[in-house]
């Protein structure tokens, strides 16, 4: 405002520079793409870990291939691309981790159904 005294470097609330970049919806997909390999693993206890992978890896790529969209031609969010490669990648090493866990399971004869029986049985002890 005029007359106003000038604020300090960084005071709240800035004026805004520019106007934002808009969002990539390859970025956004990418992003939820990686959310929903991490809700399927916490959802399905780690044994929908394929499907998770496969999505992760999908979530991963794309975070990569917008990175170099940004790179390329300037325009875009990088923190999009940023986000989506950090879920994409956590949802990868998380779905890595629970299909090693569910194959030495299963080669131990430990099943899904056993896992369910056995948490409905503490349940049981509970009430």
């Known amino acids: 405002a005029p007359g106003a005294p000038p604020r300090a470097p960084g005071a709240w609330p800035r004026e805004p520079d520019a106007t934002p970049e808009p969002s990539n919806p390859m970025a956004v997909l990418a992003i939820a793409l990686g959310s929903m390999s991490l809700l399927l693993l916490v959802f399905s206890i780690g044994v929908g870990f394929f499907f998770s992978l496969l999505m992760s ?71």
């Open 57 to 127: 890896a999908l979530a991963l790529a794309l975070g990569h291939r917008v990175r170099q969209v940004i790179a390329a031609t300037g325009h875009g969010r990088p923190g999009q691309a940023r986000a989506a490669l950090v879920v994409g990648a956590v949802g990868f090493a998380l779905a890595v981790v629970a299909g090693i866990v569910w194959v030495i399971l299963q080669a131990n004869g430990f099943t899904p159904q056993d896992l369910q029986h056995e948490l409905e049985q503490r349940l049981q002890q509970r009430r």
